[in-house]
């Protein structure tokens, strides 16, 4: 059998397998999902990596001759070409052993059959929609922190898109807390509406994260699949079956309001949460001067308390518990200076960011 070849620039290479790298499991019950699909044409390599939600292809330039197409190792060939210093690398492929050249050495490694890699889903009967890239990135980055970890429950461990005539609301919930992205200065002609799996938000995060700003994303919707299309890259997905909950009626009506500065609140949440108890639970005082953060863990004989400078405060003093754990994670996502409403210490506390980001946390207990 004839020997294929292709050599291509480590940098560009070693750019796409880190983003792709990212959608290969550890472990998988589908062995060839260890593997990329390399496929080589028209003086380009294509690479596909895949899971069980979804795949993402991307291209960078090769000098090539014939066109073949062939699997490898993930982890491997990642690390191998990340190890190098920049230089032409050439591949060599004779059947299934495939060879890596360059200057001073080599590497060898035994490929796998592309016909056992898993075929791409195809929308069909699609809706179609644009964003930018920044819009996107914003709104993944901002918004998809709180999709609860249990797969048991898959309709909230996923990320929900929301397209309206007027607004892209990208949303995620665990049931202890929400966050909310809402971009308003778009228009679209058709609502649509689905759930991201979790599993595959973080892959296609780190591929948006490569684009210009500017960059336009072009979203494709039918009954079962998602495409985004940007600059080199395909990334589908399968969305998730289910209906999403109703995440606009969990927001209560509120009578008062903070403003501070998240991260000063931040410091000194992370600070005196060190002595919590296992729930995890500090007590936080609203009132007109400052917010009083303290919690005690009898157990251990620990307990800590601290004063947060308020901005602003409007309204009557109120006392609640909230898990420190998630008040940080929320507040880490937050502008510099947040507004928090709230009503009562059993009704939930809105954080209203300026960067188009509402977040809301539940109270765990009454204190």
Do not use: W
């Not at 190792?73 to 690398?89: F, G, R, Y």
């Not at 809706?127 to 309709?155: I, K, M, W």
């Not at 919707?221 to 299309?229: E, L, Q, R």
């Not at 992370?270 to 400052?290: C, K, P, W």
């Amino acid at each position: 059998m004839a020997n294929y070849n292709f050599t291509i620039s480590k940098s560009a290479l070693n750019k796409e397998l880190k983003v792709l790298s990212k959608m290969v499991a550890s472990k998988s019950t589908m062995p060839i999902l260890t593997y990329f699909l390399f496929e080589v044409r028209d003086d380009k390599l294509f690479i596909t990596a895949a899971n069980e939600n979804g795949r993402m292809t991307s291209s960078a330039p090769c000098k090539c001759g014939e066109s073949f197409r062939f699997c490898i190792d993930a982890k491997t060939v990642t690390e191998a070409i990340s190890s190098l210093p920049e230089q032409p690398v050439e591949f060599i492929l004779s059947e299934l052993d495939i060879e890596i050249k360059y200057e001073g050495g080599s590497f060898s490694m035994v490929g796998e059959d592309p016909e056992k890699f898993i075929s791409l889903r195809k929308t069909e009967n699609s809706t179609h929609y644009e964003v930018s890239a920044q819009c996107l990135s914003n709104g993944l980055n901002g918004a998809s922190f709180c999709a609860a970890s249990d797969d048991l429950r898959p309709v909230i461990s996923g990320v929900y898109f929301e397209f309206t005539p007027n607004s892209l609301n990208i949303v995620s919930t665990d049931g202890f807390a929400l966050a909310l992205y809402q971009a308003n200065d778009v228009s679209f002609e058709e609502e649509k509406s689905f759930i991201l799996p979790r599993q595959i938000v973080g892959s296609l995060i780190s591929a948006i994260s490569c684009c210009d700003i500017n960059d336009i994303v072009k979203i494709d919707i039918d009954a079962n699949n998602v495409s985004f299309k940007f600059q080199n890259v395909e990334f589908v997905s399968r969305t998730v079956e289910g209906r999403y909950p109703n995440y606009r009626s969990v927001f209560p009506e509120s009578d008062k309001e903070c403003i501070i500065d998240s991260t000063s609140l931040k410091k000194v949440v992370s600070r005196v949460g060190l002595f919590a108890n296992s729930s995890n639970v500090v007590s936080i005082s609203f009132n007109e001067q400052s917010l009083i953060i303290s919690c005690e863990n009898p157990d251990f004989r620990k307990s800590s308390k601290e004063e947060c400078p308020v901005i602003s405060y409007s309204g009557s003093p109120v006392k609640l518990g909230l898990n420190h754990s998630i008040l940080a994670d929320i507040l880490s996502h937050c502008s510099d200076e947040v507004h928090i409403e709230l009503s009562a210490a059993n009704k939930a506390l809105i954080f209203k960011s300026s960067d188009n980001l509402t977040f809301l946390q539940m109270p765990l207990q009454t204190i």
